[in-house]
């Protein structure tokens, strides 16, 4: 899977937060940076950008993951 569609999931799961959830703050920034790579990303990217884009997409998966914990408990 390509790193636009893997943010695209990631940006949309994250969309999903409940806004009574600690993390729904916390996920809007990364949330925000995904989308400014997914629609700035139409050209080739850099080694930086993939490095970056990389970092955003771990941030947010840790994210959801703390999300997902804390439905459960």
């Known amino acids: 899977m390509t790193r636009i569609k893997v943010a695209k999931l990631l940006e949309s ?3 999903r937060i409940s806004q ?3 993390w729904a ?3 809007s920034g990364i949330r925000g940076s995904l989308l400014n790579m997914i629609y700035s990303s139409v050209e ?3 080694e930086d950008e993939k ?3 990389d970092e955003l997409i771990f941030k947010a998966s840790e994210i959801l993951k703390s999300a997902g914990k804390d439905l459960v408990t």
């Open 13 to 15: 799961r994250l969309e």
């Open 20 to 22: 009574d959830s600690i």
């Open 25 to 27: 703050h916390r996920s």
């Open 44 to 46: 080739e990217i850099t």
């Open 51 to 53: 490095i970056l884009f």
